[in-house]
C-alpha cells in the first residue's frame, strides 16, 4: 500500500529499489533492520507498474484543442476547461490512507510493551555518564526512524555489575550525591564510593534519570531501565540481545 | 431562548441579546477545559482568550515542530547507515535531489532500502570530514 501513492513523482530508479521491497516484504512481516519493528502492510504487485499519466481518460478531450489536457474531467464542461483543475483526476487512483501527505502517528498496535526489544548491557570498566547516555537514548526511543516524542517507542535495558561502573579522575571521592528530605537541616550528602558501597544500582538509575525527559512519559520510559547488582538478571525470558554501543571512549583505559 | 431575547431587546435595547450570544459562543468554544472554566463565564472568557491567542501562536509553531520532528527521524534512519543528519543532507544538496524533509522522513520509516540507496547517493557525493580531532582518552586514577 505504501508504493501506490506518489509513485509517479519517484525517479526509475526508485522503482527498482521498490519492486525489491515489494519481493522481500512479503516474505517476512518485520523488517530485517536493527530497531525497526514497523508493521509493513501486505504490498500488491501491481504497484510496482510504472504509472505514468493515465490515457484512458482522454476521451473528449483529444477533440478539443484546449490546453493543459493530461488529465479532464469528462464531467467538467467541454467548452471551457478550468485551468486550475486541469490535473486533477475526477477518480483518485489509490483508495487508502494518504501516508505521504501526512507525518506518520504510530497507533496503539506500534508499541506494545511485549513486542519491544530488550538489550542487556555489562557495566563493568565503562564511564558512568557515556553509558547512561547510551542507554538513554535506547530507552527513548532515540535511535529509530519512527520515533516519536509523544509515545513510547523505545527499547527495555537490562545493565548488569553495577557495582562496577567506572568513573575517570577523582569522581570516586570527589563527586557527591545530595538529597533533601524536605525539611530544615535534612540535606544528605554522600560520594560516589559511599553511594556504590551501599546501594550501587542507584548510580546509575540517578544517571539515566537525569538523562531522560522529566514528564510523566519520562516516568514511565524510566521503568523500562532494570539495573542488576552481580552478573546475572532474572529477565531470560525476554532474550536480550546486546547493547549495541557506537562510543569508542566509554571503556575506561587503565 | 433565541425568540424570548428577541422580543426582550425591543423594550431594553441591544446589549442584552449580544451578552447572551457572546456567552454561548464562549461555552462553545470552553469545551472540555478543567474545572470552573468550562461552567463559570467570568472564568472561562480568560481561558478561551487564552487559548485563542495559543492557537493563533501553534499553528505557526507546528510548521516548525513537524520539521524538527522529521529532521529527528531522518537523523536517526541516516544513524542506522552510520551517516549524521549534516553529512547526509549536504551529500543530497551536492547530488541536487530536492525531496523535503517530510518525504525524506517517511521514505526512512516506510521506504527502507529506497532510503538506503539515497543515503549511498549522499555517501558516494560527500564521504564525510575524515579530519576529526580526538579528544585525549580518559584514564582512571
Known amino acids: 500500500m505504501a508504493l501506490l501513492c506518489g509513485s509517479a513523482s519517484v525517479t526509475p530508479m526508485f522503482l527498482s529499489h521498490n519492486t525489491n521491497v515489494a519481493v522481500t516484504v512479503s516474505a517476512s512481516t518485520k523488517s530485517s533492520f536493527v530497531g525497526f519493528q514497523f508493521h509493513l502492510p501486505k504490498l500488491s504487485f501491481s504497484s510496482s507498474v510504472p504509472t505514468l499519466s493515465p490515457t484512458s481518460f482522454r476521451v473528449r478531450c483529444q477533440e478539443d484543442s484546449s490546453a493543459a489536457a493530461t488529465v479532464a474531467a469528462s464531467a467538467a464542461a467541454p467548452v471551457t476547461e478550468d485551468p486550475r483543475f486541469a490535473c486533477v483526476e475526477p477518480e483518485p487512483r489509490f483508495k487508502g490512507p494518504d501516508i505521504w501527505n501526512k507525518s506518520w502517528y504510530p497507533k496503539a498496535a506500534d508499541h506494545v ?13 565503562k564511564v558512568l555518564g557515556r553509558l547512561a547516555s547510551t542507554i538513554a537514548i535506547h530507552i527513548r526511543g532515540k535511535n529509530l526512524a519512527t520515533y516519536t516524542p509523544s509515545v513510547d517507542m523505545g527499547a527495555f535495558v537490562i545493565v548488569v555489575n553495577a557495582e562496577k561502573v567506572a568513573v575517570s579522575g577523582k569522581k570516586r571521592t570527589q563527586k557527591l550525591y545530595r538529597r533533601h528530605s524536605g525539611r530544615p537541616g535534612g540535606m544528605t550528602v554522600e560520594t560516589f564510593a559511599q ?8 548510580i546509575i538509575e540517578h544517571a539515566v534519570r537525569g538523562m531522560l525527559p522529566k514528564g510523566r512519559l519520562g516516568r514511565r520510559l524510566f521503568t523500562h531501565l532494570k539495573v542488576y547488582k552481580g552478573p546475572d538478571h532474572p529477565h531470560a525470558a525476554q532474550k536480550p540481545i546486546d547493547l549495541p554501543i557506537r562510543d569508542k571512549r566509554i571503556q575506561l583505559q587503565k | ?6 422580543s426582550m431587546s425591543s423594550s431594553l435595547g441591544v446589549e442584552r441579546t449580544k451578552k447572551k450570544m457572546n456567552k454561548d459562543k464562549i461555552f462553545k468554544l470552553a469545551k472540555g477545559f478543567r474545572g ?3 461552567n463559570c463565564i467570568r472564568i472561562a472568557r480568560e481561558r478561551v482568550e487564552k487559548a485563542l ?6 499553528r505557526r509553531n507546528k510548521k516548525r515542530d513537524m520539521r524538527s520532528l522529521w529532521i529527528r527521524r531522518i537523523n536517526a534512519g541516516t544513524r ?5 543528519y549534516g553529512n547526509f543532507m549536504h551529500g543530497l544538496l551536492k547530488e541536487n535531489i530536492q ?5 525524506l522522513s517517511e521514505l526512512s520509516m516506510h521506504e527502507p ?3 538506503k540507496s539515497l543515503v549511498d547517493i549522499s555517501r558516494n557525493a560527500f564521504p564525510g570530514n575524515k579530519n576529526v580531532v580526538v579528544p585525549p582518552r580518559k584514564v582512571a586514577f
Open chain 2, 99 to 103: 525531496l523535503n524533509r517530510k518525504v
Open chain 2, 36 to 38: 470552573r472554566a468550562k
Open chain 1, 195 to 202: 553511594l556504590q558501597n551501599r546501594i550501587p544500582e542507584r
Open chain 2, 53 to 58: 491567542q495559543y492557537s493563533y501562536r501553534d
Open chain 2, 113 to 115: 532500502y529506497t532510503f
Open chain 2, 1 to 6: 431562548m433565541w425568540s424570548s431575547n428577541r
Open chain 1, 113 to 125: 510493551n511485549t513486542e519491544k526489544t530488550w538489550y542487556v548491557v555489562d557495566a563493568t570498566d
Open chain 2, 80 to 84: 542506522l547507515h552510520g551517516v549524521n
